[in-house]
């Protein structure tokens, strides 16, 4: 559609102009005028001159600003694309200029630590985050193998779309699908927003798999492992098993566990080659999301009555230096029995 | 006081009364009651309108109400009612036209109706006030002196006995501007009538609310209830026709900003924990009020306000019943001759005899009004976020979403809602020391038998249950720490012999209150000194109301 017809319609709100960010933003863009929030001045008036940002072309329907008060008022609907990291501050930021009217969507595939009323460490999702932060009630995920390298070369990629309100899932039905595009609906948010969380810590383990010079035959065992042990962590933190088998499960494990220039994987598969944490997250540049959530969910899965062998071995590599070969020899010799029983 | 005082108070509280919103609705009882068939009937039309779908709707309706009428009757179960169940039958074998079947639904739902509703009448709420007010004041009085001489005497009040604790102070702004819709916890049929003196004690208006139709078979309540603005649940009937007239009937007494009170958990917790999970049906009304409200009104449409309750009790009377139901249910317990401890009038006031003569005590904390997305709410009946931002509830209801949504939206509205009273719950359930010591003996007894499942738990001899008082007192030492902690943070209420007492008084306090008439008590000290209980399953039932706050890790 020709951006001169569109100045009627209501504008769609990215906040993060990282590489996610933009290629949705990109997507929304096709359709809608977007408002492409970045938190720096610097990076708003280089997208401006440039009309670029993370590398990518940006449509002329997409206007940088680095004002949360504007994305707020002008869009009734506003993607959040930033680090989990980043979030805290990026919604506290943003929380007083909401009201109950907002629908905020987010692709961030990480967790939040948090604490409950007895102080004890526990884990909290994004959209349990932004719930308690703002009075935003209708809140959604994008979740599903989206590498923006193949969404900005046009290729057919899907993603799915979870919320509690089916409002939502049609908003953002109707806002990204395209003939390139499939959006696929779910109404279990915590499954999807974990699924997308915990295949990084699996992802980390298939590049050190790469990183060792393994075959597929190994990486299909970690991967069928992997996702038994996704589920045992999601049923405990409250998700049902549907969203681990489909798009955002499966689909999204079985992509970033093939895929070379995924940051997890990536960082999994230089830390099998002997590399230091510290070098190679100087060398990648950008946030490594598992390294984080293999933190929160190896102290959560402790006070647990679940196995989750891949996660604590995944955790002692990155942080009590376990070398890999070793790692993997403990995973051989678990005493684990039987394939899958979660399904009964 | 002078008698032109009297006169005149007497004069202005009438005037008053005859402001109440429940006082204006059942001046037109008759034109309430069609306008909730109506309703009723557009409600399950717009459901499905075809003829097939009302046909097979009326066609489940009849046959529960078959199996049901099959059943052991009760009292409320006349014969004329019997008799409109035969002639409905009757009519629904010789219809075939779709206008049949709306005549049959029309008298369906008028029959349903005119059992729910109930009838307000001012001059019998005046005297169930003064009952409850002087008679219990008299009994407490009589009992508390020692004899009969003293049953005029004014030395105490209720209110020594009865404590009322939070937002009192809103609440009665907050009648003035919005509808109320309290939502207490359940534990004990006696929950009705102290909620009821709390209201009068708080000088609120009139609350409308559900009784099970259960308790209509005791003449006694049947009397006042039929009265005071009570409407009849029957739990039996779970068919779409009556839920749906049920559910018309709160939405609409919402609507014309009667003050509701519903008990979400649905029925008395048999565990004695605090609801985990609550009933959305009659929740789900407070919503669809709201938005009514707001559709007719705008903007400045009068809020509905929900008010958590909690009822802190030493001592439970149906206890040992419900926790045997309890662990029936949970494949541990064994069937048991079912007791109805309220099943007669003099039962009721036999136990409240005991209450008023024991050195009991009750404690009703009420939480903090919230709008019904869970925001607090100040007295003006602003909404804030925690963080203090105004919210405008407005936008929750008015956002221009399609129909088809709607009602899913609003689902999950009830749903965020019962959440939110589920926390209001924990954070106002009020810690006596009886809860304290319950809870620490009954771990400790599971710790000692750790092997045990519940079943085998349940199944030993009282010699086993014997705990060491020393190690007892460490441990109820280490719990209270902990509990004092979350006292601090504002996640639990604390009694105040638990906030000024010493641990020996705290103890000895617990074990002399916890379930203390009943006739196998749940903790005693043994000749040697140590604790021990003479029924596991009801010290079970009085552990179970600190559960949900992660305490058990810390008993060792």
Known sequence: MDSKNMYHKPSIGVVGAGRFGTAIANLLAKKHNVLLYARRKSVVTTMQIQKKSAKQILHPNITPTNQLSVIAKKCETIFIMVSATGLPSCIQALAPYLSPYHTIIHGIKGLIHAKDIMQNDTIKTISQIITDASVVVKIGCISGPNLVRELEAKQPAATVVASKFEEVNKTVQQLLRSVQFQVYSSHDIIGVELCGALKNIIAIAAGCLSGMQYGDNTKALLISRGMVEMIYIGKALGASIAPFIGLAGIGDLVATCANHSSRNFSFGYQLAQGKAVKDILTEIQETVEGIHTVQMVKKYVQKQPIRAPITEIVYRMIFEQLPAHHALHILMKYPFHVDVDFLQ | ?556
């Open chain 2, 1 to 556: 006081m002078s008698l032109i005082n009297q006169v005149f108070q007497s004069f202005s509280q009438k005037k008053k009364q005859k402001e109440w919103p429940l006082v204006k609705m059942n001046q037109q009882r008759a034109a309430f009651l069609q306008e909730v068939i109506q309703e009723s009937v557009q409600n399950m039309l717009t459901e499905d309108e075809s003829t097939a779908g009302l046909r097979e709707k009326i066609s489940q309706t009849l046959y529960r109400e078959k199996i049901r009428l099959n059943k052991k009757l009760w009292k409320v179960d006349t014969k004329a009612k019997i008799l409109f169940w035969q002639q409905m039958e009757k009519m629904f074998h010789q219809s075939q036209q779709k206008k049949n079947y709306e005549e049959m639904l029309q008298k369906i739902m008028y029959h349903y109706v005119y059992e729910i509703a109930g009838n307000f009448r001012p001059s019998y709420y005046r005297v169930a006030e003064k009952i409850v007010e002087y008679g219990f004041a008299r009994l407490l009085n009589a009992s508390q002196l020692g004899g009969l001489r003293y049953l005029f005497s004014k030395k105490y009040q209720l209110k020594d006995k009865i404590q009322i604790i939070g937002a009192t102070e809103d609440l009665k702004k907050l009648a003035k501007i919005g509808t109320i819709v309290m939502v207490p916890t359940h534990f004990s049929h006696l929950d009705s009538a102290l909620i009821g003196w709390v209201i009068k004690t708080l000088g609120l208006p009139p609350f409308i609310y559900g009784a099970g139709l259960n308790l209509f078979n005791i003449k006694i309540f049947a009397y006042f209830m039929n009265s005071l603005g009570v409407y009849k649940i029957d739990r039996r009937k779970k068919n779409l026709l009556y839920l749906t007239a049920l559910k018309a009937y709160a939405n609409l007494t919402l609507q014309k900003q009667c003050h509701s009170l519903f008990y979400p958990g649905g029925t008395r917790s048999r565990s004695g924990m605090l609801e985990k999970t609550l009933k959305l049906g009659l929740l789900s009304t407070t919503i669809t009020a709201q938005r009514n409200n707001y559709q007719k009104y705008g903007k400045n449409a009068p809020k509905i306000f929900i008010v958590p309750v909690v009822f802190n009790y030493h001592f439970v009377l149906e206890a040992p019943m419900l926790i045997q139901q309890h662990l029936l249910l949970e494949g541990v317990g064994k069937k048991f001759q079912e007791q109805d401890f309220y099943s007669k009038s003099y039962k009721i006031l036999r136990f409240l005899g005991k209450f008023f003569t024991k050195d009991s005590e009750m404690c009703i904390s009420i939480g903090h009004a919230m709008d019904l997305l869970g925001n607090a709410v100040d007295a003006k009946g602003n909404s804030y976020t925690s963080e203090g931002k105004y919210v405008d509830t407005y936008e929750y209801f008015m956002s221009g979403e399609k129909n088809d949504t709607v009602k899913k939206k609003e689902d999950q509205y009830t749903q965020t809602m019962s959440q939110a009273i589920i926390r209001a719950y924990y954070k106002i359930n009020c810690v006596f020391t009886s809860h304290l010591v319950a809870f620490v003996a009954f771990r400790l007894i599971k710790k000692q038998h750790a092997s045990l499942d519940f079943k085998h738990l349940f199944g030993l001899s009282s010699k086993e249950h014997t705990l060491d008082y020393d190690i007892f007192y460490r441990q109820v030492q280490k719990i209270y720490q902990k509990i004092m902690l979350l006292y601090q943070s504002k996640a639990i209420q604390v009694s105040p012999i638990m906030l000024h007492q010493n641990m020996d008084y705290i103890i000895c306090h617990g074990l002399k209150h916890v379930g203390m008439y009943h006739s196998k008590r749940p903790l005693i000290k043994d000749s040697q000194g140590n604790i021990t209980t003479q029924s596991l399953s009801t010290l079970y039932y009085y552990h179970n109301r600190l559960m949900g706050y992660g305490l058990e890790k810390y008993v060792s």
